[in-house]
């Protein structure tokens, strides 16, 4: 842990939206593909999302699919997460990890990690 940096979590009602967002700690840091992941209270850490680093395609968990849009802005060495139609069983800290190859949905396949960032979505 420590490469990469989320941002943008935070409170939020019940159907709402947010934006969470992720940066390496240094410039030149590039993955092949990156994702998503997320731990709720009192379990484990599961797949959210992974993109490739053309941004082109991307694979989701079916409990987001149609909801959340992951996406990647290469000149800014970004990688985002947006989410709509917020729900609480989306309360959980959310990481963003890097990958050596697309469609990674398990935890050993991700070499990079950030620290999380909380999301708590309620009425």
């Known amino acids: 842990q420590g490469q990469l940096v989320e941002s943008g979590g935070g409170w939020v009602q019940t159907g709402g939206s947010l934006r969470l967002a992720c940066t390496p700690t240094?410039?030149?840091?590039?993955?092949?593909?990156m994702g998503w992941f997320r731990r709720a209270p009192g379990k484990g850490r599961e797949f959210v999302a992974t993109?490739?680093?053309?941004?082109?395609?991307?694979f989701y968990s079916p409990s987001v699919e149609g909801r959340f849009t992951i996406s990647r802005d290469n000149a800014k060495n970004t990688m985002y997460l947006q989410m709509n139609s917020l729900q609480p069983e989306d309360t959980a800290v959310y990481y963003c990890?890097?990958?050596?190859?697309?469609?990674?949905?398990?935890?050993?396949?991700?070499?990079?990690w950030g620290q999380g960032t909380q999301v708590t979505v309620s009425s």
């Open positions: 990890a890097a990958a050596r190859e697309f469609a990674a949905v398990l935890e050993y396949e991700y070499y990079a």
């Open positions: 240094t410039p030149t840091f590039r993955s092949y593909a």
């Open positions: 993109i490739k680093l053309g941004g082109g395609d991307a």
